[in-house]
């Protein structure tokens, strides 16, 4: 149990779906993260959100809409998505900014 | 801006043996080293890290070394175990500038540990 708990960890959609990804952390965190993860790729950094604001947009695909109501709650509402869309979405979470970051297990996410 | 260089991508070693897994990076304002393990099915889990005011640290069998000069740093793994088996990945941040604190990460080391 790593205090950050991703939903749903599979998702199969179309390319015309609307879906949400949710993660939700237990640790008093003031920071939260989206990743995505692909094979034989380093990490890539997505949105970085400090306490409910988002501080980073790391040219992301409008298609990608974060949210983040509170600090303890983080959403990824997928629209119109493509085949190379699909990868492992990790969020993360870390006291602030210049603190360590602790990952949830992830959103497995296809793209059909 | 910054670039993490890890190697290698697979490592294979036999039960009680050490492993080293070895990055360098490029910008000389990063002063924040972690190391992640990431099992099958699981996110990255943090294990280790190193900031800049020191050269080494360990934590039981796992210790990481940091050459600032030379801009690399090392984890190193004594008497492996079959469950040290997963991916590893290192990552730096710098506190300073636009991006502050956002990891930048090297590509993984997948390490099996054969018993």
């Known amino acids: 149990e790593t205090g950050v708990t991703q939903t749903p960890r599979h998702l199969v959609m179309g390319m015309t779906n609307k879906k949400s990804l949710k993660c939700e952390q237990h640790?008093?965190?003031?920071?939260m993260y989206w990743y995505k993860q692909s094979a034989k790729k380093p990490l890539e950094l997505m949105f970085v959100?400090?306490?409910?604001?988002?501080?980073e947009n790391n040219s992301v695909p409008s298609r990608f809409s974060p949210e983040c109501p509170n600090s303890s709650h983080l959403f990824l509402h997928l629209h119109t998505l493509q085949p190379e869309d699909s990868a492992l979405y990790l969020c993360?979470?870390?006291?602030?900014?210049?603190?360590?970051?602790?990952f949830g297990d992830g959103t497995r996410l296809s793209i059909l | 801006g910054e670039n993490v260089e890890q190697h290698p991508s697979t490592l294979s070693v036999q039960e009680g043996d050490s492993a080293v897994i070895k990055c360098t990076y490029s910008?000389?304002?990063?002063?924040?080293f972690p190391w992640y393990k990431q099992e099958l099915g699981k996110g990255p889990q943090l294990i280790i890290d190193?900031?800049?005011?020191?050269g080494e640290k360990k934590d039981q069998r796992i210790a990481v070394t940091l050459n600032k000069t030379a801009k690399h740093f090392s984890l190193h793994i004594t008497e492996t175990q079959p469950e040290d088996s997963a991916v590893y990945f290192c990552a730096a941040s710098s506190e300073y500038g636009g991006s502050q604190g956002n990891l930048i990460f090297g590509k993984g080391t997948k390490l099996s540990v054969k018993p």
């Open positions: 910008d000389s304002a990063s002063n924040y």
């Open positions: 190193i900031r800049s005011n020191v």
């Open positions: 993360a979470s870390s006291q602030d900014q210049r603190q360590p970051q602790h």
């Open positions: 640790l008093g965190h003031n920071a």
């Open positions: 959100y400090n306490f409910k604001e988002q501080t």
